[in-house]
């Protein structure tokens, strides 16, 4: 084997190889990237402003863009969600993310997540919870809010609604509050949960007077009345009206699983399926709030072969577009929200069986149903501006 360690290129040869080098190092940096990407990786910048084209103005997702760290993936998913024939968002913005130390926000993934769904033409209703550790005892869980706290929550809500003033439609307070695992571990509390709704409306409208509050939406549960892991959904909604509560919510988000059920099958209070938002609905009336909408903000089938509560994949796609169809002659429900869209890792449990796109953005059969019916109707065009949440199913 020749030594080549001593070797020199003849004079005038060197100046052309380091000419050459600069460029050879950039193609050797550039050569992995370019092999090994993600084939659906898409640059991140803004682009042109979009508008949504679709026949399903109803239709709607839970996008769950909390933990995607990388923003290619974050506009690809949003991308996907428009051209799906989704014009609504609804998305989870926790607390402890925004505002790590008392009075010090970090809006960036935020934004990153607001600015490319407002640039793909989608509307966006914001849900904020999640406990920072500032505001909680140690060793806590992050769903626990002591009461000594809920002027602290409410600062965040009127500075998250200041912040994105005029570029989203709602936020919603909390999340199934009457579950004790929401609640932080406690007895879920209707009263309690009316004061902390009530300080963060005020908070809210005092940043924007414009912005829709809504209230938590309520798991849809058969608790007993002395289950101390949750209450009755329907039982907790009677229970925040005898609290007070009508003043400081401009509409509830709901939420709409049907398990095992088809989307047709009666309500009944015994029952868990899609049709029990309507056992929500009689009694908004009942006190009055039936000008109020209700935007369904999670709902779906799952189709895990394992689980009890699953359906059959044709199953899970045949009910979702009559859920669609149903909730078109709701004239109280603005926005039906398809949980959830896609996460980033799989948990190899049943919860992976609720996205419509893996996590290599590859779309399951029931996104392509859901863009396929979006597309093969007469089409409306959304405005891409926020606005209240109206009654007559857009934004």
């Known amino acids: 084997m020749r030594d080549y360690s001593h070797y020199s290129p003849p004079p005038g040869r ?10 050879g190092t950039t193609l050797a940096l550039l050569l992995p990237l370019l092999l090994f990407r993600d084939p659906g990786f898409i640059p991140t910048e803004l682009g042109p402003q979009q508008v949504v084209h679709t026949s399903l103005p109803k239709l709607a997702v839970h996008t769950r863009l909390t933990d995607e760290v990388e923003p290619w993936k974050i506009k690809q998913s949003l991308v996907m969600v428009r051209q799906m024939g989704a014009g609504t968002v609804v998305e989870y913005f926790p607390w402890a993310y925004i505002e790590p ?85 406690r007895t879920p509390d209707a009263a309690a949960y009316t ?4 300080a963060a409306y005020a908070a809210a409208k005092r940043a924007d007077p414009n912005v829709q509050v809504l209230a938590g939406a309520l798991a849809p549960v058969l608790a007993e009345a002395d289950d101390t892991a949750g209450q009755s959904d329907l039982e907790y909604l009677e229970a925040m009206y005898a609290a007070g509560a009508a003043p400081y919510f401009d509409g509830l988000a709901m939420h709409a699983y ?48 394992r689980w009890t509560k699953s359906v059959r994949p044709a199953a899970r796609i045949e009910d979702t577009l009559r859920a669609l169809e149903i909730a078109n002659g709701w004239d109280w429900c603005p926005t039906l929200a398809i949980w959830a869209f896609r996460f980033p890792w799989r948990s190899q449990t049943y919860q992976d069986n609720w996205a419509l796109v893996d996590e290599d953005f590859s ?25 209240a949440l109206s009654l007559n199913g857009a934004p």
């Open 363 to 387: 779309p399951r059969p029931i996104y392509q149903a859901l863009a396929d019916r979006a597309e093969s109707g007469p089409q409306v065009t959304l405005p891409p501006v926020a606005g």
């Open 101 to 185: 130390a008392q009075g010090h926000f970090n809006w960036t993934h935020a934004d990153l997540v607001v600015d490319h769904a407002l640039r793909q033409g989608l509307h966006v209703i914001a849900r904020l919870d999640y406990v920072p550790d500032w505001a909680r005892a140690d060793g806590t869980t992050p769903h626990l809010l002591e009461e000594d706290h809920f002027a602290d929550y409410a600062a965040f809500v009127g500075a998250f609604v200041a912040h994105y003033q005029g570029r989203i439609d709602a936020v919603v307070i909390w999340n199934e509050p009457n579950l004790s695992f929401e609640w932080g571990g």
């Open 195 to 198: 004061r902390l709704l009530a």
């Open 14 to 23: 060197w100046d052309k190889w380091r000419r050459l080098l600069p460029i």
């Open 258 to 305: 049907g398990w095992s059920f088809p989307p047709d099958d009666p309500p009944a209070p015994e029952i868990v399926n899609f049709r029990r938002v309507e056992l929500l609905r009689a009694i908004m009336e009942r006190h009055g709030d039936g000008h109020k909408p209700s935007p369904i903000t999670e709902a779906g089938w799952n189709d895990h072969p």
